[in-house]
């Protein structure tokens, strides 16, 4: 690799407090007004949740032209994807916290895989029209795994594409990108009659191996992606909607058994997911006491693993089955203002694992089912100070399907409280204290079968859930007509300590492999968002220093992200027609890591260049392109083992119609 420069903590926080462009929305694009979010169960400005919660709308996700879960991911502070660039390996990671410790949800189904060297979950982002990410930990509203965060993902409706005053709309994409010889195309049509909405959309992209900055080819990383997506909704004015969803995933690609990492056991791989879901939402407008959502589904997740030696087969597959019922009511008394948010949850995780049609103790079949409740207050004083409280109790039972099997059994109550105060009329202080917990994945508990030659997995049913505390101090200043009529800046800055006890790891021994509650984590950082914006310029920037810590031994988590720095700034002409932007990407050295045979090196520093361009036709017809890592640099991102793709030049051309 060619040595790159590394980036000081020092050095990047004087750049982001010397004026530089920040970041809220993490993309140079979109309008200035603060995004709606719903990942937090009430609709609400993505800068007034009782945590930091950033969203990506459909404008952001064209202009990266995004293809997999690292594209949505990148330049968001405390945020990052690990196990990549393989599709099949990549997984969020939220202040340091991954591997199952992150809830993502699809149209409100969770998606609940979690096998080391594995994804978590799979969609064209072609089909997305918004992404939320909740940053920290949020049991109270979503249960078990949401000790680092929240990434919730939503998929076209029809009223993204019918015009108003139409009853037909659609568009067509056509898309490449040289490094990899990627080729993309897509096509969504929609209609809207009365109260009855329609669209089905589909995607393709096939791609071959990427090429790294000093000219390697990454093997291994090439796809074939098919995506598909059918909605049905009925919308009766404001009051009630209706929306029947299914949606389709299918990869197949040559690979490695443990996708994540650069050699290893040679394979065919084929990744198929299907999410089908119900959501029924009934909000009356003369009733202050019903705001009801409620949402049935389930997703089936397959991973068909074909070593290409021998021509044995593994087949891994995860059922998920679930309700999700929320509602929300608001009461007024005196000056003091109550939003109460309650629900419930119920899903069932199953696993079967196949190896020649056998059963494979690596994957072993086994079931899960949880109950879960919730109860939330948000408390107004008269406009001014705002406190969250909320609680939550979990009934958690898992079984293996083994003749003996003991069931384990678990009951969980996390709590969250929060303050929110003003300064001034444009500066807020907020201060809060949440817990969250992980359950043992059924893998965990129950995996046995080897690992590698002459070692052999181990079961641990007595493994313990881990539990997370949560504190954080933060400050938003949001204000307009600051330098220049029109213009307006949005800042977030937010410390936060996050104590994880029974912290679940792989323990690798000579001849033995299981999973261990291993002594406490702690995980400390610093976030910084930032927005500027005028009529002809935007200016985004997001900056994130993490430490985290065994608390036991005092050696470093490997799962934690390097001190990074992300910058974009972009210039547009009055009516829009175009767009022109550059992106920077600082990131520090890695060495906080744990020496070990099988933990990740350390890594240095390097730095990434971007340019990006938007141009829209009178036709309506849009050309976005893009130029990523301008200079090739040659680099490996923190947790993973692989190198980052080189230069490449992005293409793509988008018409509706």
Do not use: C
Not at 242 to 266: H, I
Not at 467 to 480: C, D, M, P, Q, T
């Amino acid at each position: 690799m060619r040595p790159t420069r590394p980036v000081s903590t020092f050095g990047v926080l004087i750049l982001a407090w010397s004026g530089l462009p920040s970041m809220a929305q993490a993309d140079a694009t979109g309008p200035l007004e603060t995004l709606v979010v719903t990942i937090s169960r009430e609709a609400l400005p993505e800068d007034r949740t009782v945590a930091p919660v950033v969203a990506l709308d459909r404008e952001v996700l064209d202009l990266r032209q995004a293809s997999q879960l690292d594209d949505l991911l990148r330049g968001l502070a405390g945020v990052t994807a690990e196990g990549g660039p393989r599709q099949a390996a990549l997984q969020p990671n939220i202040r340091g916290l991954g591997e199952g410790r992150v809830v993502m949800r699809l149209d409100g189904a969770r998606q609940n895989m979690n096998i080391r060297h594995r994804g978590q979950s799979f969609i064209d982002p072609a089909l997305l029209r918004r992404v939320e990410i909740w940053r920290g930990p949020a049991s109270t509203l979503h249960g078990s795994g949401a000790i680092g965060g929240v990434v919730s993902l939503h998929t076209l409706d029809p009223e993204d594409l019918v015009a108003p005053g139409r009853e037909l709309g659609g568009r067509a994409t056509l898309g490449y990108h040289d490094n990899g010889d990627q080729r993309f195309g897509a096509a969504t049509v929609a209609a809207r009659r009365g109260d009855l909405g329609l669209l089905a959309s589909v995607s393709r992209r096939r791609a071959g191996d990427f090429r790294a900055g000093d000219g390697d080819t990454i093997d291994f990383t090439g796809s074939d992606v098919l995506g598909t997506l059918g909605k049905v909704t009925w919308q009766e004015r404001d009051t009630q909607r209706v929306t029947l969803t299914w949606l389709g995933f299918d990869d197949q690609a040559e690979s490695l058994l443990t996708a994540d990492r650069p050699t290893g056991v040679n394979i065919d791989r084929r990744v198929r997911q299907q999410t089908g879901s119900l959501r029924y939402e009934f909000r009356p407008a003369a009733s202050a006491l019903r705001d009801l959502d409620l949402t049935v589904y389930r997703t089936d997740l397959t991973l068909d693993e074909r070593l290409r030696t021998t021509g044995d087969r593994q087949e891994n597959q995860l059922e998920t089955t679930g309700l999700d019922l929320a509602n929300g009511s608001d009461w007024q008394i005196g000056r003091i203002h109550h939003r109460i948010t309650w629900g419930t949850e119920f899903y069932r995780d199953r696993q079967r694992g196949t190896e020649n049609g056998l059963p494979r103790e690596g994957f072993a079949s086994a079931s899960q089912h949880t109950l879960g409740m919730f109860l939330q207050d948000r408390v107004s004083f008269d406009g001014s100070f705002e406190l969250v409280a909320g609680l939550r109790y979990d009934r958690i039972r898992q079984q293996a399907d083994r003749a003996g099997a003991e069931d384990n059994r678990l009951g969980r109550l996390s709590t969250q409280l929060a303050l929110e105060w003003p300064l001034s009329d444009a500066l807020r202080a907020y201060a809060g204290r949440a817990e969250a917990f992980r359950a043992p994945a059924l893998r965990e508990l129950y995996i046995g079968g080897q690992h590698f030659p002459g070692n052999q997995y181990l079961p641990n049913p007595d493994l313990r859930a881990e539990r997370a505390r949560n504190l954080e101090l933060g400050l938003v200043y949001a204000r307009r007509d600051l330098w220049h009529p029109g213009d307006a800046l949005q800042l977030r800055a937010s410390g936060f300590r996050n104590t994880v006890e029974d912290f679940i790891e792989q323990v690798v021994q000579a001849t033995t492999t299981r999973f261990e509650n291993v002594e406490d984590a702690r995980v400390r950082g610093l976030e910084l968002e930032l927005r500027y914006r005028t009529p002809r310029s935007q200016w985004l920037a997001a900056a994130a220093v993490q430490r985290g810590d065994d608390r036991g031994s005092g050696l470093p988590l490997e799962s934690i992200p390097a001190d990074s720095l992300s910058l974009e700034g972009a210039l547009r002409q009055a009516d829009d027609a175009w767009l022109v932007g550059a992106r920077a990407t600082l990131v520090r050295a890695q060495r906080r890591v744990p020496e070990g045979p099988f933990t990740i090196d350390a890594t240095p520093g390097y730095a990434l260049f971007d340019l990006f361009l938007r141009w829209t036709l009178a036709s309506g017809t849009t050309l976005h392109a893009g130029v990523d890592n301008v200079l090739d640099a040659d680099y490996r991102a923190h947790l993973t083992q692989l190198s980052g793709r080189g230069r490449g030049l992005r293409l793509q051309l988008q018409h509706p119609f």
